[in-house]
């Protein structure tokens, strides 16, 4: 069985240039999480959704960030203008919401805005 | 809010033997999950174990055991007969059960090598 598939494994790219990220969580997983990992902040949560609703997108550093499901099998992580700052490994997690609570993770977008 | 405290950035160990790795939480939940994480350099977050905070019998996947002490809110990981494959950073996390609350906090690692 697949896991979480996420693209591009890896990103380079320039300042203010758009950047987007995908994820595909595991078939029948209904809940998906985005994290990002830096040295300075370490693991931490941007937003996850509930079949396909944002549940809480208190993590999302600013507006320059936006996320969206369409569907029960992908979602985006788009960052708008990109900066340097943004820079770290961006995961997806999902997992179900009842009763299976671990969240199995993707291998990880690098992303390095220049 | 919920921390979760790993005190120890860097640990070593021989190959074959055995080592503990700390973890600590501060939470006023008393329905939740524990978990470590394995992070190898290629980068995967990959699950090791995971404690249901009800459940006072302490985890086991093979070579890991946890030693959960719910009282003291301390969650350690203990492998033994340690490989060179367990080379890697080694997360602690926590996750409230409450409904629609099932984020992971995770804390800052242990980065553990294994000597030949």
């Known amino acids: 069985d697949a896991g979480v598939i996420q693209s591009p494994r890896h990103e380079v790219t320039e300042m203010g240039q758009e950047v987007t990220l995908r994820c595909k969580p595991i078939?029948?997983?209904?809940?998906l999480f985005w994290y990002r990992q830096t040295m300075m902040r370490g693991l931490e949560l941007l937003i996850y959704?509930?079949?396909?609703?944002?549940?809480?997108d208190s993590g999302m550093p600013e507006d320059r960030f936006s996320a969206k499901m369409p569907n029960a099998s992908f979602s985006t992580l788009k960052i708008q203008p990109s900066e340097p700052r943004d820079s770290a490994v961006y995961f997806c997690?999902?997992?179900?919401?009842?009763?299976?609570?671990?969240?199995?993770f993707g291998p990880g977008t690098r992303l390095l805005v220049l | 809010a919920q921390t979760v405290t790993q005190s120890q950035p860097e640990m070593s160990v021989q190959e074959a033997e055995t080592v503990t790795l700390s973890c600590t939480y501060d939470?006023?939940?008393?329905?939740?999950?524990l978990f470590w994480y394995k992070q190898p350099p290629s980068r995967q977050m990959i699950l090791v174990i995971r404690?249901?905070?009800?459940?006072?019998q302490n985890a086991t996947e093979n070579r890991f055991s946890v030693n959960f002490q719910k009282a003291a809110k301390s969650f350690s990981l203990k492998i033994s007969d340690s490989q060179l494959g367990d080379t890697a950073m080694y997360f602690c996390?926590?996750?409230?059960?409450?409904?629609?609350?099932?984020?992971?906090?995770f804390g800052t690692g242990t980065r553990l090598t294994v000597i030949p």
């Open positions: 997690a999902s997992s179900l919401s009842r009763g299976q609570e671990t969240q199995y």
């Open positions: 078939s029948g997983h209904n809940s």
């Open positions: 959704f509930n079949n396909n609703v944002p549940i809480d």
């Open positions: 939470t006023s939940e008393n329905n939740y999950y």
């Open positions: 404690q249901e905070a009800y459940k006072q």
């Open positions: 996390a926590f996750m409230n059960r409450q409904t629609g609350a099932n984020n992971l906090f």
